[in-house]
């Protein structure tokens, strides 16, 4: 400011010397006149910067504002979409878990409604089927055991029979001997008188050998 000040002298000073006449009234009215002008534009300079400056603040103000707004409302709409979102995903992880319970206790159910069953029809079989074993074993064991004393039976009778043929053919084997030694003796002893009388007629042993021969002879 000073500095445009002093320059407005020195022009003026130059232009005054070229006038015949010179004013420093009119110098310094001219000089007050240019001060007030040049105030004034500096005034209007400074006034346009701060309004300038005012409506470059309005303006960062309301865009801050504006990008405060918006960030709060991305913020709360963000919330709101994350909210909603867990509480669908709460709800479809509820609904999940409430039909894998239902179908995990069903199939538990109908499992065990099964073995239970298979239970049941594998005792009653097995049940049937040991009777059945049994009753086949008792008529079996009772089989056999009438067989076993029927043919044991029939072995003793049979044995019995043996023994006694066998008995009765010793005993007849043992008269027949007996008796053919006893018709024997009784020959021996029958023949021996005549033997003896033979013996008594001095008969030698050649003579009675050709004897045996010429009897032999006669029955051919």
């Known amino acids: 400011?000073?500095?445009?000040?002093?320059?407005?002298?020195?022009?003026?000073?130059?232009?005054?010397?070229?006038?015949?006449?010179?004013?420093?009234?009119?110098?310094f009215k001219d000089m007050?006149?240019?001060?007030?002008?040049?105030?004034?534009?500096?005034?209007?300079?400074?006034?346009?910067?701060?309004?300038?400056?005012?409506?470059?603040?309005?303006?960062?103000?309301?865009?801050v504002t504006n990008v405060s707004a918006d960030a709060k409302d991305s913020?709360?709409?963000?919330?709101?979409?994350?909210?909603?979102?867990?509480?669908?995903?709460?709800?479809?992880?509820?609904?999940?878990?409430?039909e894998v319970s239902s179908d995990t206790q069903e199939a538990m159910k109908s499992t065990t409604t099964?073995?239970?069953?298979?239970?049941?029809i594998a005792t009653t079989e097995l049940k049937e089927s040991t009777t059945t074993v049994s009753k086949d074993m008792t008529d079996t064991t009772k089989t056999l055991s009438n067989n076993a004393a029927s043919s044991l039976k029939t072995t003793t009778d049979s044995t019995a029979n043996t023994v006694k043929t066998i008995s009765d053919d010793t005993t007849i084997s043992v008269k027949t001997v007996t008796d053919a030694a006893t018709d024997s003796v009784n020959t021996?002893?029958?023949?021996?008188?005549?033997?003896?009388?033979?013996?008594?007629k001095t008969i030698s042993i050649e003579e009675?050998?050709?004897?045996?021969?010429?009897?032999?002879?006669?029955?051919?």
């Open 114 to 120: 099964d073995l239970k069953d298979s239970a049941n």
């Open 1 to 27: 400011m000073k500095k445009i000040i002093t320059t407005s002298l020195i022009t003026a000073t130059l232009l005054s010397g070229l006038q015949a006449e010179f004013s420093f009234s009119d110098m």
């Open 75 to 98: 913020t709360v709409k963000m919330s709101d979409d994350l909210k909603t979102m867990e509480v669908n995903t709460s709800a479809d992880a509820k609904n999940v878990v409430t």
């Open 188 to 200: 021996v002893i029958h023949d021996a008188p005549t033997v003896t009388k033979s013996a008594d």
């Open 32 to 63: 007050k006149e240019a001060a007030i002008s040049l105030s004034k534009d500096a005034k209007d300079s400074v006034i346009s910067m701060k309004e300038g400056m005012v409506e470059t603040s309005k303006s960062a103000e309301r865009t």
């Open 208 to 220: 009675y050998n050709e004897y045996l021969k010429l009897k032999e002879a006669a029955s051919k």
